[in-house]
C-alpha cells in the first residue's frame, strides 16, 4: 500500500506542471549573468520554458518615456529590440502595441508599485504580438549598474511541478519526527519498567512521561484554550506574535538541549564534572546549554531571513516536537479518541467554516499560520501581486515547520513560497503513536506491531493531505485526514488481536485487575 501511494505520488510530480504568471529576465553580457523577477500574463504572452531556447534580444532603455504613442521616436527604431518603459498614462496593451508598430520583439514594463498579473482591453490584448512583461524598477537600474557596456537579455517561464520536492522533505520530517518522538516516548517507559517501579495508574504522572494526559474534562478545557488563544491571535495579532516568538525560543532551546544531552548519553559520550561554590556542574550539559540557547537567540535575530533561517526553525521545530511526545504522555487509547476527535473539529471549523465570518473570506486558521497579509501575495495561478519595493518583514508565527519550494526558481526570485506543516499535525498524531509504543512495552510485542502500524498510518494519512492539497489547490487541515487514518488502524489492529479491552483502558487496565482480585481477596478471607 506504502508504495502504490509513492508511485502515485511520483508520477504526479513528474507529469503535472502547471504555468505560472511568474517569469525570468535573464541578463547577461560576456561571462557576467543575473536574472530578475518578471510578472506576466500567460493567457497574452507565451514564453519559452528554458533558458536554453529562449530568445536573446538587446535591451534599449525607455525608462524616460511611458510609449503610449510613437512620437518622438523613429519608425523601426526599436527594431528586432527589446524595450523598457515606465508604467503609467495607458494601459499595458496600448504600450505593447506602439512598441509592436515600432518594431520591437518585446516590451518590459518598470514598475514603481506591486507588481500585478498584466490585464486590460480583450480586444486589444489580442493584437499584441510580441511578449510583455512587468519587472521592478529597482532591477532596472540593478541592471544598467550592472552591465553598463551593454546586455543580452531573454524572457523565459520554466514550469513549476504541481508536486514540489518540498513535499517530499516535508513528508521524511514529520514521518521521522513522530517516529522518533513515539520511539522515545516507548524507550522512557521501558526503562522506566526495567527500573522496577510499579505501574501508575490514573492519578498523577503518566508513564513514560513527565505529566499524562486522562481527564476527559481537562482535554475538553485544553481544547476550549486553544480555541480562545487562536481568536485572540486573530484580532491581536501584532502584539501576541512577540509572546509567542519569546516562548518559542524558550522552549525550544530546553527541548533542543533535551534532545541534545539524551543523543549524547545514547552514544556514550561522558559528561564530565566539576564543583562551584559546592555544586556539582555537568560540562556536556552546559556546553550543550550553551549550543541549544546559541541556536535559539539565532533564529530569534534572523527569524525573517527566508533564504535560510528555515533550516533553524525546523531543527528547533523538530527538537520541540519530540521533546512534547516525549514528555507529555496520554493515559489510554479512549482519551485519544477524545483528543484527536475534538481536534479534528477545532482544525475544521477554523479552516472551512471561519472564512463565512471573516471580511477577506480567509480562515483564522490560515491567517494565523502564515500572518496578516500574507494571502494577498498569491492568490491562485491566475493572478499574483509581487511588491515592487522591500517591505519591513512581517512576523510569523514559529509553530509550523517550513521547507521553501525547490522547484519555484522563478518565483523565488519574485518572493520565497514555503510548504507548510503545523506543529500541531506532528505532535497530535504522534502522541497517539508514542501509546501504540509503550503499549507495545506493556504487552512485550516482540515486532512492535501497533508502533510501526500507527506510524505507516500516520505516513498514508500525510500522503492524502497533500495529494488533496493538489488536487483542490488549497490548504486542507491535516488532520482531518490523520486522524481517521490513526485511529482506524489502531482500533482495528487492537481488535484483530483481541486486545481492545487492555488497549482501550490503557495504563488504568492493570491498575483495575489489581482492584478486582483485592476486593475478591478480601472477600475469600471474610
Partial sequence: MARKFTFMLYVVYMFSQTNSQEAILHVSHGSSEKEYCLVYNSSWTKLSTSLGNAVEYQLVN??????????????????????????????FSRKALVAQDLGASAVLIASKTAMQTPSGNETDSEKV???????????????????????????????VPVVDVSLLVMLFLSVFTVAMGAYWSGVSERDRLSGGHDAEGCEGKGSGGDLSLYSPLKIIIFVALMSTMLVLMYFFYSWLVYAIIAVFCLASAVALHTCLDAIMERIGCPSGSF?????????????????????????????????????????????????????????????????????????????????????????????????????????????????????????????????????????????????????????????LVAYCHRFDIWTSSPKKIYFLSCTAAYFLGLIVTFVVMIMSKMGQPALLYLVPFTLLTCALVAWRRKEMRHFWAGTNYEAEDQDVTVEENADFHK
Avoid at 135 to 154: E, N, T
Avoid at 423 to 428: E, N, R, S
Wanted: proline share 6%; net charge neutral.
Fill in 62 to 91: 525607455l525608462t524616460s518615456s511611458f510609449l503610449c504613442s510613437e512620437s518622438g521616436l523613429a519608425p523601426d527604431a526599436l527594431r528586432g529590440r527589446a524595450v523598457v518603459v515606465m508604467r503609467g498614462e495607458c494601459d
Fill in 129 to 159: 504580438k510580441i511578449p510583455l512583461a512587468l519587472m521592478r524598477y529597482r532591477d532596472i537600474l540593478d541592471v544598467w549598474q550592472a552591465f553598463p557596456d551593454g546586455m543580452a537579455v531573454s524572457l523565459y517561464a520554466p514550469p
Fill in 275 to 431: 564543583s562551584f561554590y559546592g555544586k556539582d556542574f555537568s560540562i556536556r550539559s552546559l556546553l550543550l546549554a550553551a549550543v541549544s540557547i546559541g541556536v535559539a537567540v539565532v533564529w530569534g535575530v534572523y527569524r525573517n531571513e527566508d533564504r535560510w533561517i528555515w533550516i533553524l526553525q525546523d531543527l528547533l521545530g523538530i527538537a520541540f516536537c519530540l521533546h512534547f511526545m516525549k514528555t507529555i504522555t496520554v493515559s489510554n487509547f479512549k482519551i485519544c479518541v477524545i483528543l484527536l476527535s475534538l481536534l479534528v473539529l477545532y482544525d475544521v471549523f477554523f479552516v472551512f467554516i471561519t472564512p463565512f465570518f471573516t471580511p477577506n473570506g480567509e480562515s483564522i486558521m490560515v491567517q494565523v499560520a502564515l500572518g496578516p497579509g500574507s494571502t494577498g501575495t498569491k492568490s491562485d495561478d491566475n493572478f499574483v501581486e509581487v511588491p515592487a519595493e522591500p517591505t519591513a518583514p512581517r512576523e510569523k508565527l514559529p509553530v509550523v515547520m517550513r521547507v521553501p519550494r525547490f522547484s519555484a526558481w522563478a518565483q523565488n526570485l519574485c518572493a520565497m513560497q514555503f510548504s507548510i506543516l503545523g506543529y500541531g499535525d506532528i505532535i497530535i498524531p504522534g502522541l
